[in-house]
């Protein structure tokens, strides 16, 4: 009860001040090249009061992005506010001129964009791209003089600061500082470990060009230092930073260790994370009342994504920024944001606060969201074997499947498989694989789960035949499939389909829908042409696609319908295994769960085995009936997914478990 | 980074050698015999010709008197002409006119490509896009011998705007028309190449997030549209320069400018093997040159390019 009356104040208190944005009755328009217009938002509102984290959540084209970049006057191509209010701080932006947004941007309205990939600029380093910000506003000027006035000043009783007129450490000055601060600590009286202990705080917090000359006093005083000895060193040594300091110093506020270095870095030397964090830095150089973070993490793995937000959170709350958090997982949203705004096909179909709209969703819509939200669908249990009918379909067709044919209960089998590659310019190999073991039954579901880099995407290859291991085996229905040869491995190949990642990438553009599914029996010259035109139709009926596709191409079909393309043809030849590589990654959450059940239902159907590759346990949860979880190439932990849901074993494991969004949400289950 | 460096030259060997061989072979499979040609309509001594023959070793296997040119190369003699200049005269005079036609051939495709690349690009789909466009596909498709022949009789002798030949010793008007005839097909790929580069990078991301930065539209394009766009531009022209020392053949024998492509063309006519092989290796060191510090740049302006 107490929080929630803490929560209320805040909010009583954001509110008091006015909303620093209001969108009302927002109509963007998009121009197609027949000069027709699509309505891309239509009629939104809604509100972010300062210091607030507003979210909102919908599938992809419902507007989300849009009506973010519309508040930032960063409409992409055609897209055009045609009606509607936009108020920052109580002013009208909506109609304003190019020159003038460019005031608001960077001061007043920050950007966290999605994919950290492509946008940082790869021709600058990380360092030059934070400055750009700082320049483009003016800050670097202010920056310099403010410390040289600092410098001038330096001891003296005239404060400096002012609102945001902060007075930043220098690493010049951070030794002598540093010694100043062991020596006002022994004044006191504050000698051996507990001096040390204090001077690791004070090596740890004051960051060059990120701590300031009240926080640096703040923290001597803390100590225990007098009130008037700690400003006089305060003032005596923080005297204000250069810009490469300050660069440095917000590299290292968004989490980037050993920020100086970084700064001189390339964007290709970063992970995507260590981008996310650069980019974070840039959004926030200029201190932004507003932040945008336009699925700022949906890009990166799941462990990664927790460790991003929660700095960001952190980050935000100290500065007082309000945050317009774009997303299209309802859990994450629910998790991160005080108020949640749902949108579909360009409207706001519900909004409130956000366990209100959590448990209680009045828009069928929202209701669908809760109700395939993989954050959300893990805390309930939906494994195959007890989803009702499913489930006995599946078991029938296990028994049938196996007196028939009697054979072994295993249908792949990895036996201490090893890979490792050659690293550039280094002698010892890097062991990307590293003794794995486990046996995928037949009519089930394996998952693989692992952070991007643990080397499971190597296993799946390996099973594929399409890598050769360094050690080890992998058996197919008992043979050692390292000697297939000819024949042989076009039969294994017959069995054995994959489904990959990308559904952009694995059609090829060129080939019509009906073809790339054709393709297959056309290479294992299966049937003459009327017989594969009834099997497409057959698979695309499967896959619930309308046969109106056949005649056309990759690029006018959505992910989710490519992906389906991609499962039909994967289907085409009656596999016994299907490896997905993952599958769903890149799928919204409804278009996800589409396809996860109608894995789950074709595995009943046909008595198929998964192997299922995913960085995403929460999708495990959904599909999978046995979990091996990988870490740096090891095997660390295998078991059913119910046990390691319910007890995990590994630290590693239960990390995993952390990192998925809303996993600590509690339903109010209807 | 040495390393690659010192590869990269040492591979240039292989090329200039199996280059020589190769045109060697050609020169020698020229049907006719020069020294025979040499007598004109006279009749031939042929006490004469074999004391020719043996001064310019034609009489020996083909594979001696490649081996003879190589050794003698090496030493930088490159031999006479059947006329008695030492060919490294004939070239120094021909290679400062193809120098100067090459260069200012260059720069107008520099200039103006980039500036109507530029122009083309930032307005996709208006009118004088439309039009930079049509005219460069019209000098793509149009053969520069074409273009040649057509400036010259319109603008030289029918109109008198630019002198019909340029000469011997050609001065920077002489070679106007003719390096714009040279320079006019790259120009016109320059232009594509600028306008689909920019035009695709103006929608990257990076770009948004520039703008999101608060950066000013002109600083916008300047430090993040125009500076990526460029690079492929950029290596583009390197391994033009190389290309249009070569290609300057065509224009030179249209203006009738004395440059190396001239030279070359009445060398192979008369069947003097020094000469042509000796213009194609410098020709061909050139190029691979070029190509090399085309690598190196591109890998200033890309970090992302490294070579070890």
Redesign the interface.
Same mark, same amino acid.
């Given at each position: 009860m107490e929080t929630n009356n803490v929560n209320e104040k805040l909010l009583a208190m954001q509110k008091a001040q006015g909303p620093l944005l209001e969108v009302k009755d927002l109509k963007v328009d998009f121009t197609t090249d027949d000069k027709r217009a699509v309505h891309a938002v239509r009629d939104s509102s809604f509100s972010v009061y300062p210091g607030q984290w507003v979210a909102i959540v919908g599938e992809s084209g419902s507007g989300k992005s849009t009506s973010a970049m519309a508040v +930032?006057g +960063?409409l992409?191509?055609t897209g055009k506010v045609v009606g509607g209010s936009i108020k920052l701080d109580g002013q009208e932006i909506s109609g304003l001129k190019? *020159?003038e947004f460019? *005031? $608001? #941007?960077?001061?007043k309205?920050? $950007?966290v964009?999605q994919?950290p990939m492509?946008? +940082?600029?790869?021709? &600058? #380093?990380i360092g030059t791209q934070v400055k750009?910000?700082l320049k483009?506003?003016g800050m670097d000027v202010a920056h310099e003089k403010r410390s040289a006035l600092a410098k001038a000043l330096a001891g003296d009783e005239v404060a400096v600061k002012t609102n945001d007129d902060e007075t930043f450490i220098g690493s010049a000055e951070l030794p002598a500082l540093l010694d100043a601060a062991k020596d006002a600590l022994a004044k006191i009286g504050v000698t051996g470990d507990r001096a040390d202990e204090f001077m690791k705080a004070f090596k740890d917090e004051w960051v060059p060009g990120s701590e300031t000359r009240w926080r640096v006093a703040d923290d001597l005083i803390k100590a225990g230092v007098k009130d008037d000895d700690a400003w006089v060193i305060a003032k005596k040594y923080v005297t204000g930073s250069t810009l490469n300091d300050r660069i440095a110093g917000l590299l290292s506020e968004a989490g980037l260790p050993d920020a100086a270095t970084r700064a001189r870095q &390339?964007p290709?030397e970063f992970s995507g994370g260590m981008r996310q964090r650069a +980019?974070i830095a840039?959004?926030l150089?200029?201190r932004p009342e507003l932040l945008i973070a336009d699925e700022p993490t949906s890009a990166l793995d799941v462990t990664v994504q927790k460790k991003i937000l929660d700095h960001l959170h952190y980050l935000t709350d100290s500065l007082g920024t309000a945050v317009l958090f774009i997303t299209h997982d309802l859990g994450l949203a629910a998790e991160r944001a005080q108020h949640i705004v749902v949108m579909y096909k360009g409207q706001v179909v519900e909004s409130g606060p956000s366990l209100e709209v959590l448990q209680h969703p009045q828009h069928p819509y929202t209701k669908r969201l809760v109700a395939a939200a993989p954050s959300l669908a893990s805390q309930r249990i939906i494994s195959a074997h007890q989803r009702g009918e499913n489930a006995d379909a599946l078991l029938e067709h296990h028994i049938v499947g196996e007196d028939k044919l009697e054979k072994s209960e295993n249908i792949i089998t990895v036996e201490h498989l090893t890979k490792e590659f050659k690293l550039? #310019?280094k002698k010892e190999m890097f062991k990307a694989v590293d003794d794995v073991s486990f046996s995928v039954k037949r009519g089930s579901t394996l998952a693989i789960v692992g952070e991007s880099g643990s080397g499971k995407s190597t296993v799946a290859n390996m099973v594929l035949k399409l890598l050769e291991p360094t050690a080890g085996t992998v058996t197919y229905e008992g043979k050692d499939i390292s000697g297939f040869k000819g024949k042989e491995l076009l039969d294994f190949r017959r069995h054995v389909q994959p489904v990959f990642q990308n559904p952009y990438g694995s059609l090829d553009p060129m080939y019509s829908i009906y073809r790339s599914i054709e393709e297959p029996l056309r290479i294992h010259k299966i049937g003459d042409t009327k017989s594969r035109q009834k099997r497409v139709r057959e698979l695309l009926d499967m896959v619930e696609m309308p046969e109106s596709v056949m005649t056309r191409y990759p690029n006018e079909l959505s992910g989710g319908q490519r992906q389906r393309i991609a499962i039909a043809r994967a289907m085409a030849l009656n596999p016994d295994v299907i490896v997905c590589d993952e599958a769903v990654s890149a799928l919204d959450v409804l278009v996800q769960d589409q396809v996860l059940h109608l894995l789950n239902d074709l595995q009943a159907e046909q008595g198929l085995s998964y192997l299922f590759i995913t960085h995403d346990l929460a999708v495990v949860r959904q599909i999978a009936d046995e979990v091996v979880v990988m870490q740096h190439g090891k095997l660390v932990e295998h078991a059913t997914t119910d046990e390691v849901f319910a007890h995990p074993k590994m630290q590693y494991t239960k990390d995993l478990l952390d990192a998925i969004p809303g996993g600590k949400l509690q339903l109010g289950l209807d | 980074m040495g390393k690659y460096l010192l590869r990269r030259i040492l591979q240039m060997i292989p090329v200039v050698l199996g280059a020589t061989l190769l045109v060697y072979a050609l020169v020698f499979a020229l049907p006719g015999d020069p020294v025979k040609a040499m007598f004109g309509d006279k009749p031939v001594n042929e006490a004469v010709a074999a004391q020719i023959r043996a001064e310019y070793n034609l009489d020996k296997p083909f594979i001696i008197q490649y081996l003879l040119f190589l050794k003698n190369a090496l030493t930088l003699d490159f031999g006479n002409t059947f006329a008695g200049q030492p060919v490294i005269d004939e070239i120094a005079r021909a290679f400062p006119v193809t120098i100067r036609l090459g260069i200012m051939a260059f720069c107008f495709e520099a200039i103006f490509g980039i500036i109507f690349g530029i122009i083309s690009g930032l307005n996709k789909g208006k009118w004088y896009d439309t039009v930079i466009l049509l005219i460069s596909l019209l000098l793509i498709s149009v053969p520069t011998f074409v273009t040649g022949f057509a400036g010259q009789y319109f603008l030289g002798v029918e109109w008198s705007i630019i002198p019909v030949t340029a000469g011997s010793d050609p001065g920077f008007f002489d070679l106007l028309f003719p390096a714009m005839v040279l320079g006019s097909v790259s120009m016109a790929y320059i232009i594509r190449l600028a306008r689909s580069e920019i035009s695709s990078n103006i929608a990257e991301d990076y770009v948004r997030t520039a703008r999101a930065k608060g950066m000013s539209n002109g600083s916008v394009m300047v430090r993040h549209v125009l500076r990526n766009s460029l690079i492929p531009v950029v290596t583009y022209l390197g391994q033009d320069l190389g290309a249009l020392m070569g290609g300057a053949m065509i224009s030179e024998q249209i203006f009738n400018i004395h440059g190396v492509g001239f030279l070359t063309y009445q060398s192979i006519l008369k069947g003097e093997g020094n000469l042509v092989v000796s213009i194609v290796t410098l020709l061909l060191l050139i190029f691979v040159i070029c190509n090399l510090l085309v690598d190196l740049l591109y890998a200033a302006l890309d970090p992302r390019i490294r070579y070890a």
């Open positions: +930032l +960063l992409p191509g190019p *020159k460019d *005031k $608001l #941007r960077g001061t309205m920050g $950007l964009p994919d492509s946008n +940082l600029n790869p021709v &600058y #380093r750009e910000a483009a506003n &390339y290709h +980019l840039i959004g150089a200029c550039p #310019r | -």
